[in-house]
């Protein structure tokens, strides 16, 4: 069966400092890939995605960035933190087409401070 | 960027009522879209994925329904339990086809 791990759950980190956020794939192979954040009071929005090893897409400018070095891995980071970055971030995956559904991580929950 | 709408967006209802929710979203160029329910602290937990017109959908006490000439969808619960209290979200596929854009989800609560 397939699983998706992503972490850690928590972190607080300090307004400039790096990140770096990972999630993988187990069960199945290439996956399309997102990251996917929710802000106080938001909805989920969607910031990265990846159909393969490499491709990236950003569906809204910010200060991340995404890469997939493997095919079942995706890394969200960033080199300076915002206090805006502060919020909810999950990972999912799907099967190549959408006749069916997206399975999340459990999330991680960022604070900047 | 595709634009999904949800209403209300929260809701509060008594055990035993029956209650609904809308998506709407663009009608051109429609892939699929899915409904998810979100409890917290948990993750995001898929629904129903529909992608015809007319598509209905059930599971237990609650069902779905799809009008994509419209670009709308029904979420239905019947005889809501406590349980039920979570966010639903509903997603439809960006132009590319090749991601979910979601709404911002209707927060149901249910009291006892």
């Known amino acids: 069966s397939q699983t998706i791990h992503q972490w850690p759950a928590t972190l607080v980190q300090p307004v400039g400092s790096p990140l770096s956020l990972e999630c993988t794939v187990e069960g199945t192979s290439n996956p399309n890939l997102y990251w996917y954040r929710q802000a106080a009071g938001r909805g989920l929005q969607l910031l990265f995605y990846s159909v393969g090893i490499g491709q990236i897409s950003s569906e809204v400018p910010q200060n991340l960035s995404a890469s997939r070095p493997q095919d079942r891995q995706f890394i969200l ?5 915002l206090l805006s970055d502060s919020g909810f971030y999950l990972c999912a995956w799907s099967r190549s087409g959408w006749g069916t559904e997206a399975f999340f991580g459990q999330g991680t929950r960022l604070t900047v401070v | 960027i595709l634009n999904v709408e949800q209403s209300p967006q929260s809701l509060h209802v008594q055990e035993g009522d029956s209650t609904n929710f809308t998506c709407s979203f663009p009608s051109s160029n429609f892939y699929a879209l899915h409904w998810y329910r979100w409890e917290t602290a948990k993750s ?31 979420l239905y619960i019947k005889g809501s339990q406590p349980e039920d209290s979570a966010t639903y979200l509903c997603a439809s596929v960006n132009q590319a086809g090749t991601a979910l854009i979601f709404g911002k989800g209707t927060t149901l609560s249910v009291s006892s």
Request: aromatic content about 8%; overall charge positive; charged content about 30%.
């Open chain 1, 77 to 81: 980071s960033s080199k300076k933190l």
């Open chain 2, 44 to 74: 995001p937990e898929a629904l129903f994925v529909m992608t015809l017109n007319g598509d209905e959908k059930k599971k237990g006490r609650i069902s779905a329904t799809l009008n994509t000439k419209e670009g709308y969808s029904y």
